[in-house]
């Protein structure tokens, strides 16, 4: 029973890696670097949402976390979380970003 929930828990972070390695792609390819992102909506959406909107990774937004402790996480990772750096999130994207989780509703299902 544990074993069959390891592997579809796999395969999930699986198919979010994929999906986030296709939006990398897709972004490096067309943004300019000095306007990367639009916003921090648009970072979340499109990065983070892959994995904590779907179960991959725990739910983040309307907990209140701190938004040190998420830049934290989003810098360097942490087991199925990955590290993104200051090329790909620079650091005013990531303060903002960190905010706007910090102070956003939990998600509705
Ligand atoms: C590929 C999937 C994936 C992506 C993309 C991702 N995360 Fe995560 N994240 C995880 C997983 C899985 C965990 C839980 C780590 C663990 O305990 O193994 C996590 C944990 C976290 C935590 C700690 C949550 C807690 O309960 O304390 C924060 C904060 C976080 N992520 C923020 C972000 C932000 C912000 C982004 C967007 C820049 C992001 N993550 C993108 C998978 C992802």
Redesign the pocket.
Known sequence: MSLSMTCRCGKR?FA??AA?FLALLSVSAFAKEDDKWRNEEE??AK??A???DVG???V?KGRQ?TPT??AA??RHG?????A?SAAF?DDKTLQR??EY?SQSAPPQQ
Not at 78 to 82: E, F, G, L, T, V
């Open positions: 972070i979010a890696c986030v970072v979340y990065i983070c892959y994995c904590h991959v990774g725990p983040i976390l402790y998420i996480w989003v942490w087991k199925a979380m990955p993104f999130i970003l960190a989780v």
